[in-house]
């Protein structure tokens, strides 16, 4: 018999296309991403403070020339560094802008964005193995996405971290703030990753001692590099220890779970424990990422951000451990209260604080 082939409709060519335009830029971004990537880890944004040639450029940070030159080329045909001076290859002058080194050579910069570049590389290395893991259901330590992710995780969230969480997140939480202020205060901070949002509790609150855990053992190393830096290892301490192990009886007046608990296999054993481990009157917050409250297709940048970042990371993170809930980033109001509930708390509430990426829960025993 033969086949009878059919031209496709306009309407499903037109759909086609449109998705092969949508990954064609997908493609460029993450190209010109590893690029950025290339760039920050050879520190050739910072040495284009001053404008260098592509030999002055490779002189200053010991790369190859010929590299220099095509890497210069490349950027400034995508924007990212700007010619200062013309010429050919070999004599052409390039510097960066007050705004492209803020957003790619200053890590305390508001708009510091080189960090992206650090995730996708992280993803990157365990991408080969992602198959095999989907077939088997198994999972991918934190740890195993290398030493990118680590980095980048903690250079994207370092400036929330110092620049908002006191002075604009707790206000939002009155009674969390007053718990911190008190004579005595103790603090635990589960999932700290490399320790900031530990540090700057401890910065805005001379009497408050914090201890910060994760299961990660180069965050924490990490952690505690920055907490000496700070001159704060007699209030701040931080331990290799899994979110769902003990932590005692009335120890701590908060616990804070900064963009954490959607990635621990137990989470649900973690907040009970937490639970254990509060002073009477003690509260738990929990800062995860700002989910819809339902699933729909086509959903907002936010969204599709979460899955994909899900697809590609925190659900094999997630399922690294045996017997792992699985939750995934996908982190939904609704699975916020259910694990609450389990937990054995009597309240969840949402603080009042807007936020494009993550959404505020106290919990109240």
């Given amino acids: 018999m033969t086949a009878v082939e059919t031209t496709p409709e306009p309407a499903a060519i ?4 449109a998705i092969m335009e949508r990954l064609f830029m997908a493609m460029l971004g993450s190209l010109e991403l590893a690029t950025v990537h ?3 880890q050879l520190g050739l944004y910072a040495a284009l403070a001053q404008p260098r040639s592509a030999g002055e450029l490779a002189s ?5 020339e010929r590299y220099a030159e095509e890497w210069l080329e490349q950027q400034a045909i995508g924007g990212l560094v700007e010619v200062a001076e013309p010429g050919d290859r070999r004599t052409r002058r390039y510097v960066t802008s007050r705004g492209q080194r803020m957003a790619l050579a200053e890590p305390d910069s508001p708009v510091y964005a080189a960090s992206m570049a650090l995730l996708l590389g992280g ?17 991918i330590s934190f740890g195993e996405y290398g030493d990118d992710v680590r980095l980048g995780q903690g250079l994207f969230n370092r400036i929330a971290f110092l620049g908002q969480l006191v002075p604009e997140w707790l206000p939002a939480m009155p009674d969390v703030a007053a718990l911190l202020a008190r004579d005595g205060a103790a603090a635990v901070d589960l999932g700290c990753g490399v320790g900031w949002s530990s540090i700057a509790l401890a910065q805005a609150h001379p009497a408050l001692t914090v201890l910060g855990v994760d299961s990660d053992d180069a965050s924490v190393m990490e952690a505690r590099l920055h907490a000496a830096d700070a001159g704060l290892e007699d209030r701040v301490r931080f331990e290799v220890v899994d979110a769902a192990a003990d932590l005692g009886e009335d120890s701590f007046d908060v616990a804070f779970y ?15 424990s937490t639970g254990r481990a509060l002073r009477p009157g003690g509260r738990v917050v929990v800062m995860d990422e700002r989910a819809e409250e339902e699933f729909a297709p086509d959903g907002s940048e936010i969204e599709r951000l979460l899955a994909a970042s899900s697809v590609l990371h925190c ?16 982190f939904r109001p609704a699975t916020m209260r259910r694990y609450a509930e389990q937990a ?18 106290v919990l109240r025993p």
């Fill in 14 to 17: 037109e759909a086609g296309g």
């Fill in 38 to 40: 290339l760039g920050s």
């Fill in 60 to 64: 200053a940070t010991g790369i190859d």
């Fill in 123 to 139: 993803v990157g290395a365990v991408l080969p193995r992602l198959p095999q893991t989907y077939r088997d259901g198994t999972g």
């Fill in 258 to 272: 900064f963009e954490a608990l959607h990635d621990m296999a137990h989470p649900v054993e973690a907040l009970a």
């Fill in 315 to 330: 659900l094999p993170v997630g399922r690294s451990q045996g017997d792992s809930t699985a939750t995934g980033a996908l």
């Fill in 344 to 361: 054995g708390y009597a309240a969840v509430e949402v603080a009042p604080i807007e936020h494009d990426v993550f959404r505020f829960y």
